[in-house]
């Protein structure tokens, strides 16, 4: 199997598990793997991403200039170049709509409160980015901003987005991202949060530069 074989089923899988979950819905979410410094391959505009198959999915430059497929690429592109032009790092991209993160996404209220040790070791800080209109060069630019140094970003009346150095990693990443919003809806039911303290978020977030650097 060639690399593009490989990564067009891995994201048809990844497609797949984000709408079992309903994290994508309709034609909503994209998502892409960056093959080398020159090509990546992203989710086509327009279709369910929970059915998917490899003709679907596109193949475009670091220019963005299409390269193989038979549907337009997500019209997200111009966010994906960005990222990857500002983070050699970060190989998989994944955009989502994850309900209970896109409620505070949408309600204006940030996911900053350090109070689950999984979500800091595996997300770091997650920053809420401003509203901007989907599919612009502005968007590419607040989002990317905000993704020179985080792995996940809450996107104000839009999702969620997460990076990683594949596609798997980003895609756990929105799982931990969806679980610590819904721990803290709860947590607002049932009352105060017990948040960490300084010194402890400090070593978590040594321990997670430890893990990033090895």
Avoid: W
């Avoid at 709408?19 to 369910?48: M, Q, W």
């Avoid at 060069?137 to 985080?150: I, P």
Wanted: proline share 5%; with cysteine.
């Amino acid at each position: 199997m060639t690399a593009v074989e490989k990564g067009k089923q891995d994201i048809i899988e990844i497609g797949r598990r984000l709408h079992r979950r309903g994290y994508v819905a309709a034609s909503a979410g994209n998502f892409s793997i960056k093959l080398d410094e020159d090509r990546i391959l992203i989710t086509p505009t327009g279709l369910c991403k929970g059915y998917l198959t490899p003709d679907q999915i596109v193949t475009v430059d670091m220019g963005g200039k299409k390269r193989g497929g038979a549907f337009a690429p997500s019209s997200e592109l111009p966010t994906h170049l960005k990222v990857y032009s500002l983070r050699k790092d970060v190989r998989g991209i994944v955009h989502a709509h994850p309900p209970v993160s896109t409620a505070f996404g949408v309600a204006g209220i940030p996911l900053d409160q350090d109070m689950l040790p999984e979500a800091i070791l595996t997300l770091g800080s997650i920053p809420l980015a401003r509203y901007r209109t989907p599919s612009t060069q502005e968007l590419a630019e607040t989002t990317s901003k905000f993704l020179r140094d985080c792995d996940a970003v809450l996107m104000s009346n839009h999702g969620a987005i997460t990076v990683g150095p594949d596609i798997y990693d980003a895609y756990f990443k929105m799982e931990t991202f969806e679980h610590f919003a819904l721990i803290t809806l709860l947590t607002r039911f049932l009352g105060e949060a017990n948040v960490l303290s300084k010194e402890e978020v400090g070593v978590l977030r040594r321990l997670r530069g430890k893990d990033q650097s090895s």
